[in-house]
């Protein structure tokens, strides 16, 4: 099956660093990726839509300038978040939709990365 | 109101019962998810549901469109069955996922 990996799984960084997760489809290319960020017992929120070759559509409250998206090949999408403080720490998800046919129809397929947990000091 | 309600949010079971969870929701959908999370974070996809039923081996999951309602059930729970079962809806009018807040199971041995 499709699998979607994101680098690093877990990070600690000091308040005022910027840090990159990177989210990659490893056997299909994705042309929409979606970036989540989950708190403690708390479900997923979208934080913004990834694009291929185009800017990212950002969800309502999440700052364009904090939350950097980069989805240069059809395999990678990359968040940075920058000038990282303690309150960003947070569990972040990225998931990529497998955009090939199934049964002659486009498939609606999200497939999920396995998380990158970011801690802030 | 939450457009995505689960029940229950936990749920703690003996091995070998028979488990349902349940997730109403009140858009129009495309298709319906069921997710599963295990403590470590890493997210599951379970079934993608547009109508029916599926299963896949003790897995079952059906939807019921006309009453916008879907359930997943566990037959012969485990312990390695913990985890948050999450249900997520597609819009008919995008792309996006709205996700349910989680029910949490817990199966004991």
């Known amino acids: 099956g499709a699998v979607v990996s994101q680098h690093p799984s877990r990070v600690i960084c000091k308040s005022g660093t910027s840090v990159k997760i990177e989210c990659r489809s490893l056997?299909?290319?994705?042309?929409?990726m979606f970036w989540y960020r989950q708190f403690p017992k708390q479900s997923l929120m979208l934080m913004a839509t990834s694009n291929e070759g185009s800017k990212a559509t950002y969800e309502q409250g999440v700052e364009k300038d904090k939350f950097l998206i980069n989805h240069a090949s059809l395999t990678l999408s990359t968040l940075t978040v920058t000038s990282a403080h303690p309150e960003d720490s947070s569990f972040y998800i990225c998931?990529?939709?497998?955009?090939?046919?199934?049964?002659?129809?486009?498939?609606?397929?999200?497939?999920f990365g396995p998380g990158t947990r970011l801690l802030v000091l | 109101k939450n457009e995505v309600e689960q029940s229950p949010q936990n749920l703690t079971a003996q091995e070998g019962e028979f488990i349902t969870i349940n997730c109403s929701y009140s858009v129009g959908i495309s298709a319906l998810h069921w997710l599963q999370q295990h403590p470590g974070g890493g997210i599951v996809s379970l079934f993608m549901?547009?109508?029916g039923k599926k299963k896949h081996g003790r897995l079952i999951a059906t939807i019921n469109i006309q009453e916008k309602h879907s359930s997943l059930h566990i037959t012969a729970s485990h312990p390695r069955d913990s985890a948050v079962y999450i249900c997520a809806v597609r819009e008919t009018s995008g792309s996006r996922l709205t996700f349910g807040e989680g029910t949490q199971l817990t199966v004991n041995p």
């Open positions: 056997d299909f290319q994705a042309t929409t």
């Open positions: 549901l547009s109508s």
């Open positions: 998931s990529a939709r497998d955009p090939r046919l199934t049964s002659g129809r486009p498939s609606e397929t999200q497939y």
